[in-house]
């Protein structure tokens, strides 16, 4: 079956340190995977995507995911996490063949401290 | 303009009262979304059009409806709500389908039913 996994649901991380969230998938074949964030009282928006080739993508404001097949893992870093960084993230996942629907996980909320 | 809106943003109705909510994008995007989001538990697809054509999830297959007047407007009916409906309601589009995964969604609409 296909699926995500976001172990984490909460994260606290303070203003200037680095961040990781971390992003597991179930999936026979290498899927398109994405990073979506939605921020208070926004929609979702798209962070970064990987299709194939370089496992590391970068996404906007410093983000970045490092993809691997070997265990099947999509985590997500930023280098130095800023105040405006707290929202919510979510690691999807959709099939190459066919279809349209994107699964995704259930997200991890990130609180920046000052 | 990239934006899809959503009315109403807040919705609160009576157990076995209907409930219609409306969605609308000006990018002339082929296929839009209706996701449901409940606290902790990740997106669910529930329907979604491609063009004139509806495909509905079959756990929710009679649930709910929908239509598309035209190419920027999306409704989602549910004829007689219940308290398991109480989530919030994301609309999104997309061009050419989601395998590219880039979907742009609104900001929801949450449904109270009470």
């Known amino acids: 079956a296909q699926s995500v996994t976001q172990p984490d649901a909460r994260v606290t991380v303070s203003e200037g340190a680095s961040l990781q969230l971390r992003c597991k998938y179930s999936y026979s074949g290498t899927p398109y995977l994405f990073w979506y964030v939605q921020y208070p009282r926004q929609g979702l928006q798209l962070l970064l995507k990987?299709?194939?080739?370089?496992?590391v993508v970068q996404g906007v404001n410093g983000f970045e995911a490092e993809f691997s097949k070997s265990n099947s893992s999509f985590h997500l870093r930023k280098a130095s996490v800023h105040w405006s960084d707290s929202a919510v993230y979510f690691c999807v996942l959709s099939p190459r063949q066919g279809g349209r629907a994107l699964i995704f996980g259930t997200g991890t909320t990130v609180s920046v401290s000052p | 303009d990239t934006t899809v809106k959503q009315n109403p943003r807040y919705k609160l109705a009576r157990v076995g009262k209907p409930v219609n909510l409306i969605c609308s994008q000006t990018m002339n995007h082929d296929t839009m979304y209706w996701y449901q989001k409940k606290p902790n538990q990740a997106p669910k697809l529930l329907l979604f059009?491609?063009?004139?054509?509806?495909?509905r999830e079959a756990d929710t297959f009679e649930k709910f409806q929908s239509s598309r007047p035209n190419n920027s407007f999306c409704s989602l009916y549910i004829g007689s709500a219940g308290l398991e409906y109480s989530a919030m309601y994301l609309c999104a589009s997309s061009r050419q389908g989601a395998n590219t995964g880039q979907l742009y969604f609104g900001e929801g609409s949450k449904l109270t039913v009470l």
């Open positions: 990987y299709y194939s080739g370089d496992p």
């Open positions: 059009y491609y063009d004139k054509i509806l495909n």
